[in-house]
């Protein structure tokens, strides 16, 4: 995140590039990432599944066509079609995110009694908004803080926003920012959500979603963000 100027006052934040699931990179072969590899991974069976592959344990050069091309989606690296750690990951916390369903406070972690607040989730990725008891909008993907580069936890509020907001440490846009806590913000980035390790600290959200927050939040809203993401 770039310089906030605020009353004559300067805080510099951290921004969040973008990538979620900070997780261990399984061993892969050592191919040119180019190349599409014959080794099946130690994902091989649980990545067929979530693909729609014939689950056989066994890479065949459809297979890793089809992980290359999700790898690729994500920017998970290296992009050879390997069923590693990483690429399972992804999957596996997709199919957790979609299990929440329209139900994303039902853990009781975020406070209903605040009025209108942001959530964000971090062990699942998520973020919405909820009214008290009531769902605003979402819940939605997110991509927050990898190892080192954390979202800070705890209730927090908007205090800053800037639609064309740009980082002069990392020389990146970040439309449609909300600072929440020091450099932590919302806000858009162009890439997946899924793509790992994760941002330098900020909660990073596709244009559509940033845009959806930017019109139903403002300053002095409350921000709760719980939990804690893979990896960190």
Not at 64 to 75: D, E, L, P, V
Not at 95 to 106: D, E, I, L, M, S
């Amino acid at each position: 995140m770039g310089d906030i100027r605020r009353r004559g006052a300067v805080a510099l934040g951290l921004t969040g590039l973008m990538a979620p699931l900070a997780l261990a990179l399984g061993t892969a072969p050592a191919q040119a990432a180019t190349s599409c590899t014959t080794s099946a991974g130690p994902y091989q069976k649980q990545v067929e599944k979530f693909l729609g592959r014939p689950v056989d344990g066994r890479q065949s050069a459809t297979d890793c066509k089809a992980i290359k091309a999700f790898q690729t989606k994500h920017g998970i690296t290296p992009n050879i079609g390997y069923a590693g750690s990483v690429t399972w990951g992804v999957m596996d916390l997709m199919n957790k995110q979609k299990a929440v369903g329209n139900n994303p406070n039902r853990d009781h972690e975020c406070p209903t009694n605040k009025g209108r607040i942001a959530c964000v989730n971090l062990t699942l990725q998520l973020s919405w908004i909820q009214d008290g008891s009531r769902l605003v909008y979402g819940p939605v993907p997110v991509r927050t803080g990898r190892n080192g580069y954390e979202t800070r936890t705890g209730l927090k509020k908007i205090y800053w926003r800037d639609i064309d907001h740009v980082s002069s440490i990392y020389n990146v846009s970040m439309p449609y920012s909300q600072f929440f806590d020091g450099g932590q913000a919302f806000h858009s980035v162009g890439l997946s959500m899924w793509n790992p390790p994760g941002s330098h600290g900020c909660v990073n959200m596709t244009p559509a979603t940033a845009k959806k927050y930017w019109s139903l939040l403002k300053n002095g809203d409350d921000v709760f963000v719980y939990g804690r993401k893979p990896g960190t």
